[in-house]
Structure formats: structure tokens, C-alpha cells
């Protein structure tokens, strides 16, 4: 059985000489995960989880860059490579992808993986770690709800890193799904992604660069039709910048918000690196 030694470290720059978290164990190999947990290609809910080292954060160094974190939401489930709507008791069972480490949420995806709820591997994706509201939310004119976190970029993926996720289907009956992304870069940078641009609107904002390291935090409003991004540093105490407005299809009673790491869906490719992704003071309402 090969196994992935889990030896690297981050540094900040706020002190470089130390480290923000350290590891402890070893990260088997995605094939030896598949075979333990009796991961089968295609299967839609895998129940044998997948376990791996664990992320041990510098807390008191990151509250330096963030500043106090706040508790965990508990209502929440999970989204993994092997499987969907992990409910809260059965988090531990899916340490290779998810941790919490005081009130730090820990995602994290390897090199060479794939969501294989798809099936084989030419159908497989790159998939995703991903926590959500575990209970979609209702929407009605004028009831605004709000998704607000603090992102740390250990070590950051081509990846989106929240959703915005609308229930029902247009009149056509396709899925409505998501007004847009926000996403990172292997390179770290942060930006703001329409899903379906208007004629002659540029498809991406550039909401942060050369973050590798670093944290940015971020609020979204959304009411089923009408949504807000704001984003501003950690630490500033000033009022949030807005990125952009816009509305989209209206969402047929219900929205729900999605944040960690989704590499894509892209069939037959694979998480083209190690990630590492720190979430702190995640609120809703």
C-alpha cells in the first residue's frame, strides 16, 4: 500500500519562521482509500468513509490574520470525492477530505483523485470537499439571507470555493443550479465568476491576487433572485467593498450555500494538485 507522507508545512508572513499547522500521519493512496472504504465507481453514497492524517492548526497564529474565529455552524452536511449528504455525526468517518480542528474548518483534496460517483475513472471528475447548508433556505420577495466566512489559502487548486445554489428548473426544465462562483487558482488568486454572462459582460472579477497563504473574507446576499458579494480583509474593521450585483432566475422557494473546494466535472480528469483550504467564521441566516 503506497502512502502519502504528510510533511508539509505553511508559514505566514506575518512569521515566517512559524508554521500555521503541522500534520500528523500518513494519506494512503486514492486507490488503497477506494478499496478499504468498498468505494464502488458510480455508487452514489458511499458509507465506508475515507480516513486520513491529521491537520493540527497554529490557532494562535492564524488569529493573528484573521482575528477571533467564531464556532462552527452545526447544521451543515458534507460532500466528498466518494460521496453526498454526510450528515453531521458521520463527519469523522471522512477525515481524509474534512476535519475540524477547534473552529477551523479543514478541507483538503490530493493529487491524481476523482468524485467516482460518475463511475470509472474515464467517467470520474475532479469533484470536490465541500461543506452546505443542510437545510435549503426559503426565499420570497423581499426575504434577503446572508453567507459570510473567512478563507485561509494553505495551499490553494484551481477550484470554486462557494456556490451559490438555486432549487427548481427554468421554464425549459433545465436545473436553474448557480448564478455564479467564487473561485481561487493553483496561483491563488480569488475572483467572482458569472455562470451565465450577459451580451458584452466581462465573465470574471478579479477579487484578490497572490493570496497563497493569506485570508480574505467574504459575505453573499441573495433573496431567489436578486445577489450581493462583498469581500474585504480579515482584520480591517471598515465597511465591506462590494464586487458586484445581479439578479438571475427566480429560485422556486428555496437557495442554499456551498463553500470548500469543487476541482469540476470534467469527465476523465483528476485533482491536478494537493489542497489545502482554512475556513473560519462561517454564518448564515
Same mark, same amino acid.
Given at each position: ?110 493529487? +491524481?483523485?476523482?468524485?467516482? @460517483?460518475? !463511475? ?6 475532479? =469533484?470536490? /470537499?465541500?461543506?452546505?447548508? %443542510? ?117 422556486? +422557494?428555496?437557495?442554499?450555500? @456551498?463553500? !470548500? ?6 469527465? =476523465?480528469? /483528476?485533482?491536478?494538485?494537493? %489542497? ?10
Amino acid at each position: 500500500m503506497k502512502t502519502i507522507l504528510c510533511s508539509a508545512l505553511l508559514t505566514t508572513n506575518l512569521l515566517a519562521a512559524e508554521p500555521l499547522y503541522t500534520c500528523e500521519g500518513t494519506d494512503p493512496s486514492f486507490a488503497a482509500v477506494q478499496q478499504s472504504s468498498g468505494s464502488k465507481p458510480g455508487e452514489r453514497f458511499n458509507k465506508g468513509g475515507a480516513l486520513g492524517s491529521r491537520i493540527h492548526v497554529n490557532h494562535e497564529l492564524l488569529e493573528k490574520q484573521v482575528g477571533k474565529t467564531g464556532p462552527i455552524p452545526q447544521d451543515i452536511a458534507l460532500h466528498t470525492e466518494f460521496s453526498g449528504g454526510i450528515n453531521r455525526k458521520d463527519f469523522g468517518q471522512w477525515t481524509r477530505w474534512y476535519q475540524e480542528d477547534g473552529n477551523v474548518q479543514v478541507f483538503r483534496l490530493f493529487k +491524481g483523485e476523482q468524485n467516482i @460517483r460518475g !463511475g470509472e475513472a474515464e467517467k470520474g471528475s475532479p =469533484g470536490r /470537499t465541500e461543506a452546505y447548508t %443542510a437545510h435549503a433556505l426559503a426565499v420570497a420577495p423581499g426575504t434577503w439571507h446572508e453567507y459570510e466566512a473567512t478563507y485561509t489559502f494553505a495551499q490553494p487548486v484551481g477550484a470554486c470555493i462557494f456556490q451559490l445554489m438555486h432549487d427548481g428548473k427554468d421554464k425549459a426544465g433545465n436545473p436553474l443550479l448557480w448564478p455564479f462562483h467564487i473561485e481561487m487558482s493553483a496561483a491563488g488568486e480569488v475572483h467572482f465568476l458569472f455562470r451565465r454572462p450577459q451580451s458584452g459582460q466581462e465573465r470574471k472579477i478579479v477579487m484578490a491576487e497572490n493570496m497563497v497563504g493569506k485570508s480574505l473574507s467574504l459575505k453573499v446576499r441573495a433573496n431567489g433572485e436578486d445577489y450581493e458579494v462583498y469581500q474585504k480583509e480579515p482584520l480591517d474593521q471598515g465597511p465591506w467593498k462590494l464586487v458586484t450585483k445581479g439578479s438571475y432566475a427566480k429560485a422556486q +422557494g428555496k437557495i442554499s450555500f @456551498r463553500w !470548500g473546494m469543487y476541482c469540476g466535472s470534467k469527465k =476523465g480528469q /483528476t485533482v491536478p494538485n494537493d %489542497a489545502l483550504l482554512f475556513v473560519t467564521g462561517v454564518k448564515f441566516q
